[in-house]
């Protein structure tokens, strides 16, 4: 019994050795000809020039040239979360946007104490409460009134991020 076993395991270890060594070589000849057509490939590419396109950004904002303020705007459907009723028009002047309407609340309840007439809204798609700090009938209302809310805080560095909102 014990001579099987030992046969057993030196048949093994034979099998072991020369199925690496065959698998071992026939690697080696892929690599060696697959390395041999990439530099056959690369030869030809080496000394073509190689052009970078410049990225550009056609993103611009609309001015209203009569009075060169900004009146670019982002549509988004909102639906007032905390405010008086009937206070949310067309178009809103956005001074912060939150995940939790707490925080909101508590960007809303600074400017009420400022004598804002402050609202929240909530964009249902994505969740986001957004503290509205005026809102307005039309666009050249709101763009006015974000140039004068910035100008009112100018040591805020999140209200002079302020932006208009088109209720859809």
Not at 4 to 12: E, P
Not at 21 to 38: I, P, R, V
């Amino acid at each position: 019994m014990k001579k099987l076993f030992v046969f057993g395991l030196a048949l093994c270890s034979v099998f072991a050795f020369t199925s690496c060594k065959t698998s071992k070589s026939e690697y080696k000849k892929a690599y060696d000809q697959a390395q041999q057509l990439e530099l056959a490939q690369g030869q030809g590419q080496a000394n073509e020039p190689i052009e970078i396109a410049p990225v550009t950004s056609t993103t611009a904002a609309v001015q209203n040239t009569a009075s060169n303020i900004d009146t670019s705007f982002r549509t988004e459907k909102v639906v007032l979360a905390s405010g008086a009723e009937g206070s949310l028009k067309d178009f809103s002047v956005v001074c912060g946007s939150f995940g939790r309407k707490e925080g909101a609340e508590s960007v809303k309840e600074g400017l009420i104490a400022q004598g804002y007439n402050a609202i929240i809204v909530q964009n249902p798609a994505t969740g986001m409460y957004r503290v509205v700090c005026g809102s307005f009938d039309t666009k050249q209302q709101a763009a006015e009134y974000r140039e004068q809310f910035k100008a009112n805080n100018p040591d805020n560095a999140d209200f002079q991020k302020a932006w208009l909102l088109y209720n859809k």
